[in-house]
């Protein structure tokens, strides 16, 4: 009975943290800048992993702690020299000691929009080769479970850790039931990015691919932000170990993040830039009512998208609370959930400014037949030229 009641009390606690943690990530969000629809990339903050009294994985003759930091530097250094427009903040540019939450702090208090963690990975078997880039979720295998306890176990070297993180203990696989019921709001952001630099390892540097993979961290559970934990190779073997410490090595996995950066940041603008010139395409369309006419449509309307995952989320979980009409949408192996229904553009377009309060990242669909098309196949069935 009395383990009953541990057990029951320890599910509880998870509970808890679940909403510390999603109200501290919403609330945060909140406060970002919102009002400019023509949204660029301004801030990147690159996280060598480790440090100080952590020294991470350990090789033959060198520890992740430093690895981590010389590729961190030549990253930064390549984004402040070809892309000046964006600000580069770093959790550290020395080998010292920087506490988890800490390094989400600097994220969060610097507005980042992208955080990229950057580690060495290891493993008891030497044989064991390759790059993974991590992003927020329930790990899916022992060995992933492995890593997660490695990467959160930091938190046993900060003090007042138990109280901090909420009894989270990093080496018990109850406590990770967290991570299978928190949903990352720029979930699709960080898998675009990490896709990206996987694709760059894979076919610029030619290191082995071990793909994108959902991992329980802490530092990107308390980020609020689009993240991503880049494991750019085993420290634990003697080849790759070799490799990351040569110059070369640190300046083609740090030039291949880079490339990775550029192309996220492209891609993300050129998507801001088309909602641009879509709200300018309905604004022509609502000032010249005189020659257009609205089809009767019934099928068409809109709705503001807020989350994407890679695993479905229960229609009645606490994240969807008060949001009216959620729906989800099935797209290849991702799922997406939308809240409003509108039938007019100029109504979802001020419903948004509302949905945007609470989930930033969100933007406008259009849904015809129960799938999503392009807002401008929408706009051209809904009014007609004449």
């Not at 510390?20 to 009002?35: D, G, K, T």
């Not at 000691?97 to 963690?117: G, T, V």
């Not at 406590?175 to 952001?189: A, C, E, H, R, T």
């Not at 257009?292 to 503001?304: A, E, G, L, Q, R």
Request: glycine share 6%; hydrophobic share 35%.
């Amino acid at each position: 009975m009395r383990k009953l009641r541990n057990h029951i009390n320890s599910f509880n606690t998870q509970i808890l943290w679940i909403i510390i943690l999603f109200f501290l990530q919403n609330s945060i969000s909140a406060q970002r800048e919102n009002n400019d629809s023509n949204y660029k990339i301004r801030t990147v903050v690159i996280d060598p992993g480790h440090g100080g009294k952590d020294p991470g994985a350990q090789g033959s003759t060198s520890y992740e702690k430093d690895v981590v930091l010389a590729i961190g530097l030549k990253l930064g250094k390549y984004i402040e020299e070809n892309v000046p427009d964006v600000k580069v903040v770093y959790t550290r540019k020395t080998d010292e000691f920087i506490p988890l939450y800490r390094r989400a702090e600097i994220a969060n208090e610097n507005n980042a929009d992208l955080f990229i963690s950057i580690h060495a990975n290891g493993m008891t078997d030497p044989g064991t080769t390759g790059t993974e880039t991590l992003v927020l979720g329930l790990h899916r295998s022992d060995e992933n479970f492995e890593v997660a306890k490695r990467e959160n176990s930091v938190i046993l070297m900060e003090e007042d850790y138990t109280a901090r993180y909420e009894n989270f203990d990093p080496n018990s696989l109850e406590s990770y039931i967290i991570f299978s019921l928190m949903q990352n709001v720029y979930d699709n952001q960080s898998i675009s990015f990490a896709g990206l630099v996987q694709d760059q390892f894979r076919d610029r540097v030619k290191r082995k691919d071990r793909g994108v993979k959902r991992q329980g961290l802490l530092v990107l559970a308390q980020t609020s932000m689009p993240g991503v934990l880049v494991e750019t190779g085993f420290i634990t073997n003697k080849t790759e170990e070799i490799y990351l410490n040569s110059e070369e090595g640190q300046d083609y996995i740090a030039s291949a993040i880079y490339r990775a950066f550029k192309a996220y940041k492209e891609d993300i603008e050129s998507k801001s830039g088309l909602l641009v010139q879509q709200l300018a395409t309905n604004d022509t369309v609502a000032s010249s009512e005189k020659s257009d006419t609205v089809t009767d449509n019934s099928s068409i309307y809109f709705k503001v998208q807020i989350v994407v995952s890679s695993a479905p989320i229960p229609l009645n979980t606490e994240q969807f609370k008060d949001l009216p009409e959620i729906e989800e949408f099935k797209s290849n192996q991702f799922y997406k959930y939308a809240v409003g229904h509108k039938k007019k553009y100029d109504d979802i377009v001020e419903y948004s400014k509302w949905v945007k309060n609470r989930f930033p990242d969100a933007f406008i669909i259009a849904v015809k037949n129960g799938h999503i098309i392009p807002i401008q196949e929408a706009l051209n069935e809904l009014y007609n030229k004449s």
